[in-house]
Every structure is written in C-alpha cells, then in structure tokens.
Nanobody
C-alpha cells in the first residue's frame, strides 16, 4: 500500500522560511517524479514544483527562486524548502506521486501572515 506522510508546515510571518517533508512508503520512490501542489481557500489546487528521477526540477513561476524541491532516495523522502514566504503562499500543501494511479499526501497547512 502506497502512503505519503507529510510533516512540517505551520504559521510564519512574511519573509520567513519553512520546510515541508513527505515520506513515501510502499512504492519504488526512486523511479518516480514526485511533486508538491497547493490549494488556497476558494481556489483550485495548483502545481508548485516537481523533481524527476534524475533530479531535474521544475517550479511554478510564482515560487521560482524562493522554493527548492529536493529528494532523498535513501530515505524515500521529498522536501520543499520555502524561503521568503509571502502571504499569497498561504495554502494547504500536498505532496504527490504521479503515475497510472496518483497518490497524495494528507496535506499540510502553511499560513503566512503578519
């Protein structure tokens, strides 16, 4: 059974940093291109970043230069380092393992406010 368990998140002030983590079990993590998505209140879920099996990264324009996605295949872990956070980054963040069946983490709230 594939499981994605998220940790991290919380409430910070603008300009601060947070790190999200997603630990994957039940799947051959190293062959996947996992990613992060987010959903703000009243909005659709949107792409944030992903990382290929070879380590190639892609980012949404809104987070480029501020967020860094990384992976640790030894520990089946996906991370998202978020720097210079803005109020508009407030959302529930989800990690994702795409494939014939797409798997999702449980979601983690990130709130950025003064």
């Amino acid at each position: 059974q594939v499981r994605l368990v998220q940790s991290g998140g919380g409430s910070v002030q603008p300009g601060e940093s947070l790190t999200l983590r997603c630990t994957v079990s039940g799947a051959n993590f190293r062959i996947y291109s996992p990613g992060w998505y987010r959903q703000a209140p009243g909005k659709q879920r949107e792409f944030v970043a992903n990382i290929s099996s070879s380590g190639y990264t892609t980012y949404a324009d809104s987070v480029k230069g501020r967020f860094t996605i990384s992976r640790d295949n030894k520990w089946n872990r996906l991370s998202l380092q978020m720097n210079s956070l803005k109020a508009e980054d407030t959302a529930v963040y989800y990690c994702n393992l795409p494939g014939r069946t797409t798997f999702w983490g449980q979601g983690t709230q990130v709130t950025v406010s003064a």
